[in-house]
């Protein structure tokens, strides 16, 4: 079952941890205040403008989320065996083909960075849970795999990437392709 381990500051709604089968909630907890450190405040949030994000205290395995521009956003540290098994995934077998390749940017296949909202109706998805480990909708059911492709209905269509660009190694900025 997934935690979500709200903030309760004035920021509480622009970033929540989802520890999701992370299966460790002390481990969502540590991480917490290293990213609230090094995310922007309110007003750079609520103008829209670009936002960078350190994914350095991002754990292998673990999955944060990100609100901008109104919207959530999941990014996801994804581990050697789930890069594995998106890469190995067949277009034939997906309802929304993509290769994982073309949803990663190159050289930094550990990172995932998808909007957090299902594709059928906008609910959020659970990480880590369903049948492909990727994602689970708790609305009507809809899944997707670690690359955030959808793998079972009702919804049709893959998570949407937002545009994003390394600045470096550890440091993403969300707004710019
Ligand atoms: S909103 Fe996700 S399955 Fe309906």
Sequence with gaps: MAVIAEKTSSRRDFLYLATGAVGAAGVGAAVWPLLDQMNPDRSTIASGVPIEVNLAPIAEGQIISIFWRGKPIFIRHRT??????????????????????????????????????????????????????????????????????????????????????????????????
């Design 80 to 177: 050697a065996q789930e890069i594995a098994a998106e890469e190995a995934t067949r277009l034939s077998d997906l309802m929304d083909p993509q290769a994982d390749a073309d949803r990663v940017k190159a050289g930094k296949a550990q990172w995932l960075v998808v909007y957090a909202s299902c594709t059928h109706l906008g609910c959020i998805p659970l990480g880590k849970q369903g049948d492909w480990g990727g994602w689970f909708c708790p609305c009507h059911g809809s899944q997707y795999d670690a690359s955030g492709r959808v793998r079972h209905g009702p919804a049709e269509l893959n998570l949407p990437i937002p545009p994003y660009a390394f600045v470096d190694d550890k440091t993403i900025r969300i707004g710019e392709a």
